[in-house]
Nanobody, 128 residues
Framework: QVQLVESGGGFVQAGDSLRLSCVAS????????MGWFRQAPGKEREFVAA?????????SDSDSVKGRFTISRDNAKNTVYLQMNTLNPEDTAVYYC????????????????????WGQGTQVTVSS
C-alpha cells in the first residue's frame, strides 16, 4: 500500500509561482513513476506532468502547461514536486499526485487509468 499526501497549494495572484509537493509512504519510493493531474470545477481530470522511475519527464501538450511547469523528484525524501510558474486563473484546480500499482511498472504515464494510488489533492486558486 502506498499513501500519497500533497501539499503546497494555496491562493495566489496571477503571475505568482507555487511548488507542490507529494510525499509517498508505505513502500520504497524509488522505482515508482509518478504523475500530477488536476481537476477544475465542472471539468474532467486532466494530465499535467509525470516523471518515470528513470527520471524521464513528460508534460501535457496543452499550451496552458507547457513551459511553465516542471516536475522533479527526490527519492531520498520520497517526494515528487511540481514547480508552477506564471500561474493564471485557468490553473485553478485541485491538483493530485498519483502512483501506479507496482514499482518499475511501464505504463502510459499520461493516462489517469494507469495509476492506482492517488492523494487527496491540494487546492490551487489563482486570482486575476
Amino acid at each position: 500500500q502506498v499513501q500519497l499526501v500533497e501539499s503546497g497549494g494555496g491562493f495566489v495572484q496571477a503571475g505568482d509561482s507555487l511548488r507542490l509537493s507529494c510525499v509517498a509512504s508505505g513502500r520504497t519510493f524509488e522505482g515508482y513513476s509518478m504523475g500530477w493531474f488536476r481537476q477544475a470545477p465542472g471539468k474532467e481530470r486532466e494530465f499535467v506532468a509525470a516523471i518515470s522511475f528513470t527520471t524521464n519527464t513528460y508534460y501535457s501538450d496543452s499550451d496552458s502547461v507547457k513551459g511553465r511547469f516542471t516536475i522533479s523528484r527526490d527519492n531520498a525524501k520520497n517526494t515528487v514536486y511540481l514547480q508552477m510558474n506564471t500561474l493564471n486563473p485557468e490553473d485553478t484546480a485541485v491538483y493530485y499526485c498519483a502512483a501506479p500499482e507496482r514499482r518499475y511498472y511501464t505504463i502510459d504515464l499520461m493516462q489517469d487509468s494507469s495509476y492506482y494510488y492517488w492523494g487527496q489533492g491540494t487546492q490551487v486558486t489563482v486570482s486575476s
